[in-house]
């Protein structure tokens, strides 16, 4: 440094001294390879930091209760729905994270048929996190039945859990309502023969009054399930009386045979529905009801009553009529047919034309009565679309069909047809060209 110089003329002298080409190309290659090192460790931490964690895939640890789906109206599901696994994937946290509740199990239906046999329908399972997949449902499946739901009104008969005190008898039974309706899939209330409502009668010689539930058993008097009672309860009254050698039982109907084919016994109810019989009182005692003569439905296709006697124990006295009514409501059985490849007809074609439909046939399902749909012949059904007034060229035309009276269309697949008018007239013969005259 020169000693009272400025520091301007000092910096100047300094940048002099410096060989600015040997600062920047001395060394060149060892440089280079210095940049390029840094250049690669630059870019593998960036591949390192923004590269995605690794996947696992594991089994979930629990079990996921599966959900009743909603079904279409008119329609009951009857199914034991568990519970199911699942397998997972996705990055080590995110699927370490997941909790039942953030699993969700359900059933789809809409791909099952109506009826009463077992049908295997897929489980689907959704998980709130978008960053874990569902790889595996187990079970992928389980077995349920998609049922139409019926209804039935029948009448309430009593059922006595014990016996009246000593020396008293009870009187018959009434309820209020006198009627119930029983509703739910179609195989099960089929299955329902009565409604019985249980009684219990206290220490006490004094009329029962109490509110009951009404029971909806089959014809072995076990509990048919899955069928609902409306109202779930009726209001039961029975006078007590003194009487030592008279009791009250109800009447149980006798049924033989099998009715009509696509029919099906809806209800049966005696008049009376209960007997006071009398008699030796341990013969009374040991009495649970009177049933009547075996009566004889095969071939029934309509309801009718029958007038038939009591089978009345030896020792044992009705007091009233020997005979009672029973009478038996049948009704028709209420199905579906599918009708595949119903063949399709263009109707008012006009003159010199001729045309086709693309699809040529469609699929149709009719419902109505059993005996109606099994009574079809091949040609019941008919599937038409009106070309009038249209000239060559192709149309989407609605499909109309023809169905007998009696049943109604389910399903109509398509329900537009592509339609090809052509015109069938011959092109005109051209005239002969006039022969040039010779010269």
Sequence with gaps: MIRGAPVGEVALALWRRIDVRRLLLGDLPLKGAAIGVAILLFVW??????????EVTQVFDG????????????????????????????????????????????????GLAPGPNMQE???????????????????????????RRTERTLVVQPRLANEPPAGFQAAPATFRPKEVTVGGPESAVANVVAVLASVRFGDAPVDLVQDVRPTPVDASG?????VEVDPAAVLATIEVRSSATTRTVPILWQLRGDVATGYWISRVVTEPLVVTVSGDRDVIASLERI???????????????????????????????????????????????????????????GADLGATAEPRTVDVVLSGTVALLNSLGSDAVGATV??????????????????????????????????TIRSTRPPPTPSPSPTPALP
Excluded at 387 to 394: A, E, K, L
Excluded at 401 to 415: D, K, N
Aim: aromatic fraction near 2%; proline fraction near 10%; glycine fraction near 10%.
């Design 45 to 54: 931490a960036t591949v390192i930091y923004n590269a995605p964690p690794p």
């Design 63 to 110: 079990r996921i209760p599966v959900e009743r789906p909603d079904v279409p109206s008119g329609f009951v599901l009857r199914a034991q729905l568990g519970e199911v696994g699942v397998r997972l994937r996705g990055s080590e946290d995110a699927v370490r994270a997941i909790g039942q509740q953030q699993l969700r199990a359900t059933i789809e239906v809409g």
């Design 121 to 147: 329908a897929p489980v689907r399972v959704s998980v709130a996190d978008d960053r874990v997949l569902v790889v595996e449902v187990i079970p992928a499946t389980m077995p349920i039945r998609l049922e």
């Design 222 to 226: 076990q509990v048919v399930e899955d």
């Design 291 to 349: 049933e009547t003569a075996v009566v004889d439905v095969g071939g029934l296709s309509a309801g009718r009553t029958f007038t038939v006697p009591l089978v009345v124990p030896q020792g044992v006295r009705v007091l009233g009529g020997p005979q009672v009514t029973v009478g038996v409501t049948v009704v028709a059985l209420i199905g579906t047919r599918p009708y595949p490849l119903v063949a399709v007809q263009p109707v008012n074609v």
């Design 386 to 419: 009106d070309v009038g007034g249209r000239g060559p060229g192709t149309y989407m035309l609605e499909v109309t069909l023809r169905a007998p009276s009696g049943v109604t269309v389910q399903s109509l697949q398509p329900t537009r047809v592509a339609v």
